[in-house]
């Protein structure tokens, strides 16, 4: 097995606590489906599966922390929720990347919409939350113009929780811009309010 193939074996198991349960109780037929030999499955088998669990579990805290200080505002609302939201996402994407961190923040913020919209509560932490992935995307050099519509008037909320005030919630549609004129010109950003909903 090639220091590739291992990487991506290992980081497999260290992410994906279902796979990591069902490798250690089969080696033989996992490994086989990881695309490992005998040999190559009896070595992995060899590691302890304690030790295993436990460099797993700090990784993903590890990730965790990154992804909080990249979203501090959908953090600061969801508290715990966060965690267990995080913990969720971990076991499905592993990030690849240059920017990991960032990649992982990204990756989790899409995760939520797509897979947890549901379970969200309060519903305008959706908003805040694309917010911040806006935002993330649009601070990227490459990026020259990211546009994101929001169903609450975004700036004032955003304002709000960041200020660590009661979070001021007024239905009113607005689309947040972000823009640069030149690769390396300042980002420059602002919310266009539109109608109020009744």
């Not at 996992?30 to 599966?49: F, I, T």
């Not at 508290?79 to 076991?91: I, N, P, V």
């Not at 592993?94 to 990756?107: F, M, R, S, V, Y």
Request: charged share 20%; glycine share 4%.
């Amino acid at each position: 097995m090639g220091l590739a193939q291992t990487q991506q074996t290992l980081a497999q198991l260290y992410t994906n606590s279902v796979l990591r349960s069902r490798f250690f109780a089969n080696p033989q037929a996992v490994g086989e489906e990881l695309g490992l030999n005998s040999d190559e499955a009896q070595q992995l088998a060899k590691l302890s599966p304690q030790q295993v669990n436990l460099f797993a579990s700090s990784l993903k805290r590890k990730r965790l922390g990154e992804v909080r200080e990249l979203l501090p505002l959908t953090y600061s609302v969801l508290g715990k929720g966060f965690a267990e939201l995080f913990w969720r996402y971990a076991e499905t994407y592993i990030p690849t990347g240059i920017k990991k961190h960032l990649e992982d923040a990204i990756a989790f913020s899409t995760f939520i919409e797509v897979t947890q919209l549901e379970s969200i509560d309060p519903p305008w932490v959706v908003d805040l939350l694309r917010y911040e992935k806006a935002w993330l995307q649009a601070a990227e050099p490459s990026s020259r113009l990211t546009v994101c519509w929001f169903r609450y008037a975004i700036d004032k909320l955003a304002r709000t929780v960041q200020q660590d005030e009661t979070p001021l919630v007024l239905m009113q549609p607005a689309i947040a811009i972000w823009f640069r004129l030149s690769p390396r010109s300042h980002l420059r950003h602002f919310v266009l309010k539109l109608y109020a909903m009744r």
